[in-house]
Every structure is written in C-alpha cells, then in structure tokens.
C-alpha cells in the first residue's frame, strides 16, 4: 500500500500523528493508498520550514524566482500526462479532463513567470518641492492554501505560482482524498531548482486546518471548498489576523433564450452539467429556458444525449464522466434525486438506475446522468448544490423571470447565457449579479491573466483568485517618500505641507 506522505523542507516527511486514512479509487470502489493525516504538532513543522526559508526567498531577485517557475512549468509540460494520469486515478475524471485540469493550472504558472513586470512599482516624481515618492509590492511571509477535492492540481495551482512568484513561502494542505498531485508538484518544484522549505505540503483534515488558521506565523490563507467550511476559514483566519481568501460553493445557472442556438446550447450544456460528473463548481446545474417551447425543445434533444453518455473508468479512453468521489457522496446525490422527485420534479432521465457492469468497476462510484424537469425556486433541489451529473430545469416566461430565479439563488459563482440577441447579452453581463458571465459559453472559467471568482456565497473575502488580483491578494503596498538635502539644512517642520 502506497503511503502518502506530508513534503517539507525539500523532503518526504511521515509525521508524529501517527493518523491516517484511506485513499479510494472511484472507479473500483477500493483503498489504493494511504495518507498521513497531520496533527497540530505537524503543522507547526511545516510552517517552520517556511517561515526559515522566506527571508532569503522574498529577497530572491524576482527574477530569479521567475526561472525557477519557468522550469517548473517546463517539467509541467513535459510530464502532463504523468500528474494527469495520478489525479484522476484518485479523483476518477477521464485523461482529457485531467490534462484540461493540467494545462489550466499550467496558464497560472505562465502569469507566474511575468513577476519581474507585475511586482514593478509606481514612482512619482516631486511629489513636493524635491520630495520624491514610490511603491513597491513586498511578500507576506508563509502563505497557506487548503483545496478541495475536485482539482488536485488546477485549485491549488491558482495560489502557489503567484505567491511563490511575489517572494512567499507556501504550506499547501490538499483534500484528503486526493493527496498525491500536491505530493508530485512538490518534489518536480524542488527538481526546478525550488530551495527546499519554500513549498511544502501537510497532508489532512480539519485538524491540520484548525492549526494552519491559529498559527501566529501563517500571514494569509488562500481556501477552495464548500461554503459552510469557506465562511468558517475566512471568520477564524481573519479573527486571528490573517488575510483570507476563501472561495465556496456554486449552484450556476444558464438562461436560455427563444432565439438561441439550441443545437449548440445542448452540447454546451451537455459538458457543463455532466463533465467531471458534475463535480466542477463551474458546472451548470440549472438550465432557464424563456418559455415552455424552449424548454419543450431543449429537453427532446438533451435526452438522448444524456442516455448516450459514456459512463466509466478514467482508464477506459472512451469516457465521458467518471464515477463521484466517494460513496457517501454517492449516496447524497442519489438521495437528492429522490428528494426532487419527492418535492414535485419531473425525473426525465434518471441516473439512479445506472449499473456499471464492466468487469472491475462494479463497486466503483457511478451514476448515470440525470435530468430533472419542472424544478422551482422552492425545491432542495434548486436551493442547494448536489454537485453531481444532475441537470434541473426550470421554466420561466420572460428574461425578467430568468434573471429573478438567477438572483434569488445564494451563491453567484458563474452563470451563462445563451441567445443570438447582443442587446439582452450585453443588458445580461451587466446587470446580473454573479462573479463570472459566459455569453454563449457554458463554462466562463477566466484564463490566468484573468482573475478567478465568484460573489455572494460562493465568496468570502475581498480578492478574487491568481492574475492581478492574486497578485494583490499576495503582496502589501510599501510608499516611501524620500528628499535628498542639498546644501542647506532646515530646520524641523510641525506643520503639515503645503502644495508646491
Ligand atoms: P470541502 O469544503 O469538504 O473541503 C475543502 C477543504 O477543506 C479540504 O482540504 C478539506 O480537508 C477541508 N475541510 C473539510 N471540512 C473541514 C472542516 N469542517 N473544517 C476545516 N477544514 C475542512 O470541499 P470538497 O468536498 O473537497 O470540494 C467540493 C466543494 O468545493 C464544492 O462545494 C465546490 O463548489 C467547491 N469548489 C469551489 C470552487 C470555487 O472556485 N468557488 C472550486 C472548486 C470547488
């Protein structure tokens, strides 16, 4: 049994915990490996071993740090289908959708590399008579990043090239259940010439968590996960002075318009709702069509497409989605199925009979793709997030309706919409109340240089995540205000000065 272990200093490290839990392979319903769960004790190692390597690292020419990154997103290419290929085999997404997972978090390790030009600072020239004035970013100290479970590489991806990039050191703490990309992308940082103790990794639960957010060392904390434990990150990690970003859940919705394209809306919808099996907090889970002919419409050609998907291993090459993550959550998107069924959905396809017969994968996590009709603003169903391949539908009569349903729901991650008409698109982007917009796009996920974020409740904490805004979220502002005397000395100044 592979043992997963935490990474500091450079180096494997089994801890004192003596805890540690199983790690399953969806696709076969099995332990494959284990993971050293940390203790408070742990924890405390791992953000020593930053804290000891940030002078010298934030005093890096950020240059240097840059072609240290560069060499780690060369090792990124070279090797994408390696870390793909450990990432889904514990998470259970198909080989494409990995090396997608790969390469997108790649593109952050690409804006990473600009440090030398976006760490450059503003100078202003006498401000005052010979008084000259200019910024600087400066590093914060030991960063931390909690991720969940649904991207082992890509999340935690969007936090540690721009703090490392901006002269931070890291403690990475990956889901549980997906320990082994944070392991891989720590030993090829240290292969790209990463000094050892800059990046590590504690692997566990709550417990590690509880630690890193009372540290008194730990300056800021970067958290992706559910909304319940993204609040309690960013009320605990703020009440003990640190900076926190912490991004939760996601229930996205796209309107569909009378004049859109409903050919390529089904396809678009087919991926946002299905892929990953719906575990994306980007996936559109609630489809809004303008009118019972839209919705009449759309719903004759995604049934099909929904009973032609191909449901199976990350290792067969033909699938489209794998299974879920764990049983439980196996269980609970089943179990939401039957609450909407039982609250008054119209079950249109049903994933709950789905048998995964191939040889070896009987007892893996699968469900068929599922697809829920008739659903309102009053159901479990709609009001929170199953985070499973269930598409709802709910029926509206006007944009005005549809805009309602997307602006009564709590979180406001993402959100599309499709039609041929720029008017209602452009009057869409600017008035709905949701992070991130997609015009024809199901899946608006913004690239690197773009920041990543939702609003609402899908939110907690000021800045979104990598591009310019991570760079905020990493850095703190330094002004300093300088005169050079020349000649003569004045005399102390009490007053405040005037202009000129
Ligand atoms: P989760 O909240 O259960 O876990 C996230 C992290 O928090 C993990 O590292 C986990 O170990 C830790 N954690 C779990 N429970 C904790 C607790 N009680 N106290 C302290 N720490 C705890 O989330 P998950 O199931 O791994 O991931 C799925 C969720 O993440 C979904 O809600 C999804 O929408 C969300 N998500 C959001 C985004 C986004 O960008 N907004 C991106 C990906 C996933």
Redesign the pocket.
């Known amino acids: 049994m592979i043992e997963c272990a935490h990474f500091i200093n450079g180096t494997p490290f089994s801890g004192a915990s003596g805890r540690s839990n199983p790690v399953y392979n969806p696709a076969i319903g099995a332990v494959e490996k284990t993971v050293a769960m940390a203790s408070a004790e742990d924890v405390s190692v791992a953000v020593a071993a930053a804290k000891a390597a940030w002078p010298k690292w934030s005093k890096t020419p950020a240059l240097r740090r840059a072609r240290i990154l560069d060499k780690f997103k060369n090792i990124l290419w070279d090797r994408a289908d390696e870390l793909a290929k450990i990432l889904a085999g514990e998470h259970g997404k198909t080989q494409d959708d990995a090396l997608g997972e790969v390469t997108r978090g790649l593109e952050v390790v690409e804006f990473a590399i600009g440090a030398p030009s976006f760490l450059k600072g503003e100078f202003s020239e006498n401000v005052g008579s010979v008084v000259d004035s200019h910024n600087i970013r400066q590093a914060l100290g030991v960063c931390v990043g909690?991720?969940?479970?649904?991207?082992p590489a890509m999340?935690p991806m969007w936090m540690f090239p721009v703090a490392l990039a901006c002269g931070n050191t890291f403690v990475l703490?990956?889901?549980?259940?997906v320990p082994s990309a944070a392991l891989k992308m720590a030993e090829w940082l240290t292969e790209a010439g990463l000094p050892d103790g800059v990046f590590n990794v504690i692997q566990?639960?709550?417990v590690a968590?509880?630690a890193l957010l009372v540290h008194p060392d730990v300056k800021a904390i970067s958290?992706?996960?559910?909304?319940p434990?993204?609040e309690?990150?960013y009320n605990t990690g703020t009440a003990n002075g640190k900076r926190v970003q912490a991004?939760?859940?996601?229930k996205n919705h796209a309107i569909i318009m009378p004049d859109a394209d409903l050919e390529m809306t089904a396809n678009a919808l087919m991926g946002a709702a299905f892929g990953s099996a719906g575990e994306?907090?980007m996936a559109i889970s609630v489809a809004v069509p303008v009118s019972d002919v839209v919705a009449d419409a759309l719903i004759e050609k995604l049934v099909p497409k929904i009973k032609a998907l191909k449901i199976g291993a990350t290792t067969d090459e033909d699938s489209e989605m794998g299974p879920l993550i764990t049983k439980e959550h196996l269980a609970k998107v089943r179990g939401y199925i039957d609450t909407g069924e039982a609250e008054g959905a119209t079950v249109v396809v049903d994933g709950r009979d789905f048998k995964q017969d191939k040889q070896g994968y009987e007892s893996g996590y699968f469900i068929g793709g599922t697809l829920l009709d008739n659903v309102t603003p009053d159901m479990t169903v709609w009001k929170e997030?199953i985070?499973g391949p269930v598409l709802a539908i709910v029926r509206t009569s006007s944009y005005q309706q549809a805009l309602d349903v997307v602006h009564r729901h709590q979180y406001a991650?993402g959100t599309a919409i499709f039609t041929r008409d720029g008017d209602t698109a452009r009057n869409f982007s600017q008035d709905v109340e949701v992070g991130m917009v997609g015009i024809n796009v199901p899946i608006p996920v913004p690239m690197a240089f773009h920041s990543?974020?939702?609003w609402k409740s899908?939110?907690f904490g000021d800045h979104h995540m990598h591009g310019m805004e991570g760079v905020r979220f990493y850095t703190r502002i330094k002004t300093t205000t300088t005169r050079w005397p020349s000649g003569q000395r004045s005399n102390a100044e009490f007053n405040m000065p005037t202009l000129g």
Do not use: H, M, Q
């Open positions: 909690i991720t969940p479970f649904n991207f999340v703490k990956p889901s549980e259940r566990g639960d709550k968590v509880n958290f992706v996960g559910s909304t434990v993204a309690y990150v991004l939760g859940g996601a994306r907090c997030e985070f991650n990543f974020g939702g899908s939110i």
